[in-house]
């Protein structure tokens, strides 16, 4: 049933059963061919490993150029949001500013009308009367009830008392 084959550094060993050719090597040969073998397949092992490893970084290199593109995009966003707030807030503030001069204007007008003219001291004499003291310290005797106003213990205006 079998022959065996002498060779070198082992044997060859053929045999014929049911039909099948079946070829054996020697020792030494067979234990190269398994490692062989091995190494091939830990080599295919490391291969496919590689394979998923670059396949899992392209994908994680996908997702965080994605990630970029998004965070850009709304970077780009806030910037423009950004610009218009701050439009908004120079025009505020040029607002504030033209208010403050209103209502320093105000202010000053307030003070203007609450502050009484400066008129000169008159000891009234006998005769004397708000037309003529008015045609004289006003320039105009129609004036005279500026000078009532101003002298609120005088309580009629037709009767003013010397001193």
């Known amino acids: 049933m079998g022959e065996r084959v002498m060779g070198r550094k082992g044997f060859l060993l053929v045999s014929v059963?049911?039909?099948?050719?079946?070829?054996?090597?020697?020792?030494?040969?067979?234990?190269?061919?398994r490692d062989t073998a091995e190494t091939t397949t830990s080599l295919q092992h490391s291969v496919q490993s590689l394979a998923q490893g670059v396949t899992e970084v392209e994908a994680v290199t996908v997702t965080l150029q994605n990630r970029l593109s998004?965070?850009?995009m709304a970077m780009e966003?806030?910037?423009?949001?950004?610009?218009?707030?701050?439009?908004?807030?120079?025009?505020?503030?040029?607002?504030?500013?033209?208010?403050?001069?209103?209502?320093?204007?105000?202010?000053?007008a307030y003070e203007a009308a609450r502050t009484p003219p400066h008129y000169p001291l008159h000891v009234v004499t006998k005769g004397d009367t708000l037309w003529d003291l008015s045609g004289r310290y006003l320039g105009d005797p129609r004036r005279w009830p500026e000078i009532w106003?101003?002298?609120?213990?005088?309580?009629?205006?037709?009767?003013?008392?010397?001193g």
């Open 17 to 33: 059963l049911g039909g099948m050719l079946l070829l054996g090597l020697g020792c030494a040969h067979q234990q190269a061919w």
């Open 70 to 72: 998004q965070t850009a």
């Open 77 to 108: 966003k806030e910037t423009q949001r950004w610009a218009s707030l701050q439009g908004q807030m120079e025009r505020l503030q040029q607002e504030l500013e033209g208010e403050q001069r209103r209502i320093q204007a105000l202010r000053t």
């Open 149 to 162: 106003k101003q002298n609120r213990y005088i309580t009629n205006p037709d009767l003013i008392y010397p």
